[in-house]
Nanobody, 116 residues
Framework: QVQLVESGGGLVQPGGSLRLSCAASASISSFNRMGWYRQAPGKQRELVAA???????NYADSVKGRFTISGDNAKNTVYLQMNSLKPEDTAVYYC??????????WGQGTQVTVSS
């Protein structure tokens, strides 16, 4: 069973930065795809950034140019660097990993609150 553990969330002022981390219990290169999703109160969970194995990263239009997804194979960790944060970025952020079409896993989520 794969475990994903997120960390790095918190309260930040508008315009600030945070870096989220997702530590996996398996090699991140064993997944076809890893990504970050978020869910704000009363809204559906949405894709923020994805990192397909061997492919190009992709981002939601709302975060392009501000967020960056990256991975460290040696640490089995995926990061989400978030800059120029806005109040509308406030949400619970979830790490996701997929292996093939049938197997996927979610982390427990980490709260990000952007407020002055």
């Amino acid at each position: 069973q794969v475990q994903l553990v997120e960390s790095g969330g918190g309260l930040v002022q508008p315009g600030g930065s945070l870096r989220l981390s997702c530590a996996a219990s398996a090699s991140i290169s064993s997944f076809n795809r890893m990504g970050w999703y978020r869910q704000a109160p009363g809204k559906q969970r949405e894709l923020v950034a994805a990192m397909p194995r061997g492919g190009s990263t992709n981002y939601a239009d709302s975060v392009k140019g501000r967020f960056t997804i990256s991975g460290d194979n040696a640490k089995n960790t995926v990061y989400l660097q978030m800059n120029s944060l806005k109040p509308e970025d406030t949400a619970v952020y979830y790490c996701h990993a997929a292996r093939g079409l049938l197997f996927d896993w979610w982390g427990q989520g980490t709260q990000v609150t952007v407020s002055s």
